[in-house]
């Protein structure tokens, strides 16, 4: 999701509107600054549209934050802006006096063993993008003519994916699941999801409430392997409290102790029918424990692999430092490194790790840090900067229409336009120039 903030700071004084975000951890308010977001596609929101899971909508909420802050008469959005493409981030220095890189990670970690290129193997971003309706997945099309779908890894995104396959279509009728998906489930023949994890179940990725959410979901029943489970009780002793309430119970379908070694190809050689295991055991106790070869494998049937072990930045101009072994734009607290102005926040800044909340409170800190130099004159305002005045001449000249909030919101009113009449909170548009047409109807 191409997203940077850029701020313009000018000397005349409008109200700033404080939104509810857990506020006494926001930066105190300037009422000198000027905010443009510029945004890939026409829509805002990135993550909490593209991301969070359908049937957890309460989670979507912060998008009512966000429409607070974007109605500010200080803020504006623009949208079908290709940063990076469209425009230079050194373009974008030029026109602002700070510049903020928050494009989160789009990229999608290799398994890098044989076969992940056939038929039927999904990264967990493409496929959360295909239900949640991203433009760039619209053309995905999941066969689910299958019983077993295998998914490698057990964090949040894995158990969000698995509890989509095997929620109850009813659940999923409720919820902002785009119609394409709801069709593919509703034909599905899958029946058993596994998820498999190198460790154990001690250190497992997912959460509490996630992991909670796939023991109690409707009609499906454990399918684990008690060897997994060795030693657990006592080793539970050493586990502070949160890991104890997370080992209470296990969802089905989850096989610890497993890593990929190759994908198993059918019959005719391009579709997948299979995944070969190396089994591993523990050494060590607690949280520390390794999972370290046995020297065994074990080849588990399935017509669907998906590979939902981490994202990676990219790098996105190459005035940016990046750093490709870590897939993070190189910098110190947010600071992007050997270049005045520029700053960088969530995934960009530390990697693909965390929740929403985490990702909100890391960019309170690269806010503070953008204040923090506004005071101590490294962001020097007296310097006269033009910003989107002089960008949004540039986009114009080279053919580029920029999509508004306000224009945003009507492409909003017929999502939920089209979601009353299916009886869902919306049906989002799948196609960027329908988005366009609508935008600028």
Same mark, same amino acid.
């Given at each position: 999701m191409s997203t940077s903030y850029s701020f313009e700071f000018q000397q005349y004084g409008k109200l700033t509107i404080v939104h509810s975000v857990n506020a006494c951890n926001l930066p105190q308010a300037r009422h000198d600054i000027v905010v443009d977001i510029y945004e890939r596609l026409p829509v805002p929101f990135g993550l909490v549209r593209f991301g969070v899971a359908p049937d957890h909508p309460e989670v979507k909420n912060v998008i009512n934050t966000f429409t607070q802050t974007a109605h500010s008469e200080r803020f504006y959005f623009h949208g079908n802006v290709n940063v990076g493409m469209d425009i230079? *981030?050194?373009? =974008?220095?030029? +026109?602002? !006096?700070a510049v903020v890189l928050s494009y989160g990670a789009e990229g999608n970690r290799s398994l890098a063993v044989s076969g992940e290129? =056939?038929?039927?193997?999904?990264?967990?971003?493409?496929? #959360?993008?295909?239900?949640?309706? !991203? /433009?760039?997945?619209?053309?995905? !099309? /999941?066969?689910?003519?299958?019983?077993?779908? *295998?998914?490698?890894?057990?964090?949040?995104? +894995?158990?969000?994916?698995?509890?989509v396959l095997l929620s109850p279509l009813d659940m999923l009728k409720k919820t902002d699941i785009t119609q394409r998906a =709801?069709?593919?489930l509703a034909a599905s023949r899958v029946r058993r999801v596994l998820m498999v994890g @190198?460790?154990? /179940?001690?250190?497992?990725?997912?959460?509490?409430?996630? #992991? @909670?959410?796939?023991?109690? =979901? /409707?009609?499906?029943?454990?399918d684990l392997l008690p060897v997994d489970y060795d030693g657990i009780a006592e080793a539970l002793n050493d586990l502070p409290r949160p890991r104890k309430r997370l080992t209470d119970k296990q969802a089905m379908g989850i096989r610890f102790l497993r890593s990929p070694v190759k994908v198993l190809p059918? +019959?005719?050689?391009?579709?997948? +029918?299979?995944? @070969?295991?190396?089994?591993?055991?523990?050494?060590? $106790?607690?949280?520390?424990a390794q999972a370290i070869p046995t020297g065994h494998t074990e080849d588990l049937e399935c017509g669907m692999v998906i590979c939902s072990i981490g994202y990676k930045s990219l790098p996105i101009d190459p005035a940016v430092p990046f750093d490709p072994r870590r897939a993070i734009v190189q910098n110190n607290l947010g600071r992007v490194q050997g270049t005045a102005g520029l700053y960088c926040s969530g995934w960009l800044k530390r990697g693909p790790t965390g929740v929403i909340a985490t990702t909100m409170n890391d960019s309170f800190d690269t806010a503070r840090i953008i204040l923090n130099d506004l005071e101590a004159g490294t962001l020097d305002m007296s310097i006269h900067k033009p910003?989107?005045?002089?960008?949004?001449?540039?986009?114009?000249?080279?053919?580029?229409? &920029? #999509? $508004?909030?306000?224009?945003?919101?009507?492409?909003?009113?017929?999502?939920? %336009? %089209?979601?009353?009449?299916?009886?869902?909170?919306?049906?989002?548009?799948?196609?960027? &120039?329908?988005?366009?047409?609508?935008?600028?109807?």
């Open positions: 230079s *981030v050194e373009e =974008l220095k030029e +026109a602002y !006096h290129d =056939l038929i039927g193997v999904f990264s967990a971003r493409d496929f #959360v993008g295909w239900y949640n309706g !991203h /433009p760039s997945n619209k053309e995905l !099309h /999941p066969d689910l003519n299958c019983e077993t779908v *295998v998914i490698l890894g057990q964090g949040n995104v +894995a158990l969000d994916i698995a509890r =709801l069709q593919t @190198r460790r154990g /179940p001690l250190q497992i990725a997912g959460t509490i409430k996630e #992991v @909670r959410e796939m023991i109690n =979901l /409707p009609g499906t029943k454990a059918g +019959a005719d050689g391009k579709r997948v +029918a299979g995944i @070969r295991l190396a089994v591993k055991k523990l050494e060590g $106790s607690g949280e520390g910003g989107a005045q002089d960008i949004t001449a540039l986009l114009k000249a080279r053919g580029v229409r &920029e #999509v $508004s909030f306000s224009e945003w919101e009507k492409i909003n009113s017929e999502e939920v %336009r %089209r979601g009353e009449a299916l009886g869902k909170p919306r049906e989002k548009l799948l196609d960027v &120039e329908e988005m366009l047409a609508v935008a600028w109807s």
